[in-house]
């Protein structure tokens, strides 16, 4: 021992005082600052921040890395060395020797960064945060690095040739770390993770990522296993024959390393194959004509410390002559223990089930995805974690997810904390806490076990991630305006007293009305992403999701959602096709111009720096004219929608602005899921002041 | 110091020099460029794939890959005596420079004539598969990639260095290839043979324009690279030890 540790600290000399190898170190230092701005440091999070070094650093680094290792591994192969192989110790241990070092080496070169990083991270997030996040570090880079070094061991052995295994581990390298694929695909072993939250942290991918990263440990292990038994055959070195305990440990080594790379990919196949799953549109579709159907719907479930689902069960009533045993929308991850049905009239249905909630891949991916899958918003409503538990009203958690149920009961340990509930009656048994709804009219029923730091702002509340950062801040402030001008301008009052809370994984706002509570995504891909490019656009996109919230606060219009961030970025090309295609029956899409226009209210209300209203709908009557030729609107504007924001700006410029808020209210009124007919709308724009002041319309 | 001398250059020491430098003096070239040839005439025959995904996959071997393969491999060459400790020998009867531009540009003849074949193969089984002038036009990046490991280890009289500046500039542009495309469009592009059977569906009018502009740069860095080979600071480096 005490000679292979002198023997380490010999090489891993030899390894750290070639000058070339910190060449290696700078230019991972230099690529991790210059991807990650200490300018934009403010508008992430410790954990984003480490997690995007950590990521670059190991793309970059497990392809540089590969031309230092095997220089380092083969360096004693080549001719001259023959006085070390004479001795028996150096081959016995050279593998072992070779691949500790190289672990410890590319540690040792790496450190610059991530002291670097640790110390902007202490600076600008604060040393706890810093501290929790260097086990994104280990997880994301060591597995990678093992992997690289091990096959690098086996493939220089093998070839012997530096140039030639560098050249065909490169390729092999670049070709796997380029695939666009997610976490379950097995020949991934550098995989980009979707999802990074505040207060879940990779949430949904978290299982994933570790199984991934425990078979990448394990393939390492068993590729250095197999380059042990070639060493013989490749080294130069003395041949002596091994002890029989040396070979018992090898071959034990290598099997539960080849079972445990085997159990583990199998375990992440599985989960993928759970995970990869997208929504069933016909069933979809089909449910929601059976809904209305249903006399009643019960629900009673029981969740374990961890967020599983220990106990389900689902009972429905339904009219005679339907069938809705194919129509369970229940999550992949959860199983059916038994579905009963006894007919009569009305039909009783049991359905009992358990399981663990997996959240699927499209719920959160950060690509865009089809059309079809974008519209059903978060179809799985729920998250069902230890870290954080919540539940929609509609979602895969119960069988039925597009019914509304009439009583749910929630049993959950009492030791859950409960963020924010929508129950209408709540009762402590013994360890156990129970929940129940009755006819629940909110669409969030439970948030529960997150670690939010609440901040009293005069009689608002506002819930912060643990580790809230300016951008987090920013958006509450924003969030916040927008939600007590609409409080302002529709019912004429402060509405104080509100609460904000972020949501992971939601990807609109809901307004819970009767609470005052507004939920916001943590994160939204269609709200944020021009943050923090363009201020105003930022504020037009915050400004439309609370409109939107307010709008669909007593029904379900995910796919309202979708049309208004549906981005028109190439609306000069749109405009014109869609005035072709103007002929053809195509869907009436008023809500958008209507709630868009009352979005560039509230932003000018707001006092938005770089918003000018005059400009914008200047712009968009010059685009109804033909002469303009480009504008940036949130969605796809068809002729009729910019012919009907014009009217709404004329209306609003004849009548004030509480005509139009006025307008607003009747035209939610008027308004069927979210939706309301562009004619119903330019009666309402026509007759509304008529009705109220008995003013003669000019429009 | 210096040593040279003159030799009488007759067609038969020409061919065996050549033999020599091809054959002898970095064989895993000529493995490389088989192997390549193997998978993309497999690539041409694989019927499961569709005209343009067989295009896509040549091209993402041929204008991306093989580059840093090539560039790779050709920067041994002279650093072969250097790391062996026989630059003096070959110093004493060539220049550094002239025998490094020797290689190089034997080594560039090999793969364009392995480039003609190919090319010529793969169109004479599909024809039309891709435009006879690819076969000129993939030989500017892996020229740009092997002159830039060459300068940098011209510079720093190490293979090592070489080579991880290249492979540093190859991975930046090819992690960063969308960014790059949308910045600066497919003139300034250095995989546009790829980019154009890809997504970005790259002009081929562009092709001109940013060979040429590659060309330069490529004729550019050559020339330093030969400056500071003629210099000979690999013997005087050695010479130093």
């Not at chain 1, 089809?370 to 729920?382: H, R, S, V």
């Not at chain 1, 629940?440 to 819930?463: F, R």
């Not at chain 1, 992971?504 to 994160?523: D, G, N, V």
């Not at chain 2, 040593?3 to 895993?28: A, C, D, G, N, W």
Request: charged share 15%; hydrophobic share 50%.
């Amino acid at each position: 021992m005490k000679i292979f540790l002198r023997s380490f600290t010999a090489q891993w000399k030899l390894f750290v005082w070639d000058k070339v190898n910190w060449l290696f170190s700078l230019l991972v230092l230099v690529v991790a600052l210059v991807t990650n701005p200490i300018s934009e440091l403010p508008e992430t999070t410790a954990l984003g921040y480490i997690e995007n070094i950590a990521r670059i650093t190991g793309y970059i680094a497990c392809l540089l890395f590969v031309i230092l290792y095997l220089r380092f591994f083969l360096n004693e192969t080549e001719k001259g060395h023959n006085h070390l192989w004479s001795r028996n110790v150096f081959g016995d241990d050279y593998l072992i020797l070779k691949a500790g070092v190289g672990i410890a080496g590319f540690l040792t070169l790496i450190s610059p960064t991530v002291c670097l990083t640790f110390i902007l991270s202490v600076a600008f997030f604060g040393i706890a945060n810093a501290l929790n996040a260097i086990w994104v570090w280990v997880i994301i880079l060591l597995p990678p690095v093992c992997f690289v070094i091990s096959i690098c061991s086996l493939i220089g052995l093998l070839i012997n040739h530096i140039l030639v295994a560098s050249g065909v581990i490169i390729i092999y390298l670049g070709f796997v770390l380029t695939r666009p694929v997610d976490l379950g695909n097995l020949l991934i072993f550098m995989p980009t993770l979707q999802m990074n939250s505040a207060l879940i942290g990779f949430g949904p991918e978290t299982e994933m990522l570790i199984y991934q990263r425990l078979f990448y440990v394990c393939v390492a292990l068993f590729l250095l296993m197999i380059a042990f038994l070639v060493t013989d055959l490749r080294l130069p070195r003395v041949k002596t024959k091994h002890s029989w305990n040396a070979v018992a440990a090898i071959s034990i080594l290598s099997l539960a390393s080849l079972f445990l790379s085997v159990f583990w990919g199998k375990k992440l196949i599985d989960l993928q194959h759970l995970r990869s799953v997208e929504p069933n549109f016909q069933t979809r579709q089909n449910l929601r004509s059976v809904c209305s159907h249903f006399q009643s719907y019960r629900l009673y479930l029981e969740l374990s410390a961890d967020g599983a689902i220990a106990s389900g069960l689902a009972e429905v009533e339904l009219s005679p002559g339907r069938d809705i045993s194919a129509l369970s929308l229940l999550n992949t991850g959860l199983a059916v223990d038994r579905f009963e049905v006894r007919d009569g009239d009305p039909i009783r249905i049991e359905l009992q089930y358990h399981g663990r909630f997996v959240v699927p891949y499209y719920a959160y991916s950060v690509y865009s995805l089809p059309k079809e899958i974008e519209q059903i918003g978060y179809a799985p409503g729920a998250y069902l974690e230890k870290n954080l538990i919540f539940l929609q009203k509609l979602g895969e958690w119960h069988p039925y997810a597009l019914c509304s149920p009439d009583e749910i009961t929630l049993i959950l340990p009492a030791d859950i904390t409960i963020n924010y509930n929508s129950a209408d009656t709540e009762s402590i048994d013994g360890d156990m806490r129970r929940l129940q709804w009755q006819q629940a009219s909110d669409h969030i029923l439970l948030i529960a076990g997150a670690k939010y730091q609440i901040e009293e702002q005069e009689k608002d509340q506002i819930y912060l991630s643990p580790n809230p950062g300016l951008r987090e801040e920013d958006r509450n402030e924003q969030y916040g305006t927008f939600f007590r001008l609409v409080w302002q301008n529709l019912y004429d009052a402060e509405g104080s007293g509100s609460t904000l809370i972020p949501l992971p994984l939601i990807k609109q706002s809901y307004w819970e009305s009767e609470a005052s509570t507004l939920i916001i995504p943590e994160r939204s891909r269609q709200i944020d992403y021009i943050w923090p490019d363009d201020m105003a656009k930022y504020s037009e996109n915050v400004a439309m999701d609370v409109l939107l919230s307010w709008w669909c606060r007593e029904q379900h219009c995910p796919d309202l959602a979708y049309g208004l961030f549906s981005r028109g970025s190439d609306i000069d090309c749109s405009y014109e096709k869609s005035e072709e295609a103007s002929g053809d029956k195509e869907d009436d899409t008023s809500s958008l111009p209507l709630l868009y226009y009352a979005a560039l209210k509230l932003v000018e209300e707001a006092e938005v720096s770089g918003f000018d209203h005059e400009a914008l709908l200047e712009s968009y009557s010059l685009l109804l004219k033909n002469e303009a030729t480009s504008i940036y609107s949130p969605f796809r504007f068809t002729p009729k929608n910019v012919e009907t924001l014009i009217r709404l700006n004329n209306f609003d410029a004849q009548y004030g602005s509480e005509a139009f808020w006025d307008l607003l209210l009747k035209a939610f009124d008027k308004s069927n899921g979210g939706w309301i007919e562009g004619e119903v709308l330019l009666e309402l724009i026509d007759t509304l002041p008529e009705q109220s002041d008995g003013v003669e319309t000019g429009t | 110091m210096v040593l040279k001398q003159v030799h009488r250059f007759t067609m038969k020491r020409y061919m065996r020099l050549v033999y020599y430098e091809i054959f002898k003096v970095q064989p895993s070239l000529l493995i490389a460029l088989v192997v390549t040839a193997l998978v993309s005439l497999f690539l041409t025959l694989e019927g499961s794939f569709e005209i343009s995904e067989r295009q896509m996959f040549i091209m993402y071997i041929l204008g991306v890959f093989l580059p840093i393969l090539i560039a790779l491999l050709t920067n041994s060459w002279l650093m072969k005596e250097r790391d062996g400790h026989t630059a003096t020998f070959a110093c004493s009867r060539v220049n550094l420079g002239v025998l490094w531009l020797r290689r190089l540009l034997l080594s560039f003849f090999t793969v364009a004539f392995f480039m003609f074949a190919l090319l010529g193969i793969m169109n004479h089984l599909i024809p039309g598969l891709f435009p006879p002038i690819f076969a000129l036009t993939l030989l500017v990046q892996a020229l740009l990639f092997s002159v830039i490991m060459a300068l940098f280890s011209a510079l720093s009289c190490s293979t090592t260095v070489g080579i991880i500046a290249g492979l540093f500039i190859w991975v930046i542009l090819y992690f960063w290839s969308p960014s790059l495309y949308t910045l600066f469009g497919p003139r300034y592009f250095p995989f546009l043979e790829w980019a154009i059977y890809f997504r970005y569906e790259a002009p081929i009018s562009a092709l001109l324009f940013n060979k040429l502009f590659y060309a330069i740069i490529c004729f550019l860095l050559l020339a330093i690279t030969f400056c500071l080979h003629q210099r000979n600071r690999q013997v005087e480096r050695f010479s130093r030890h």
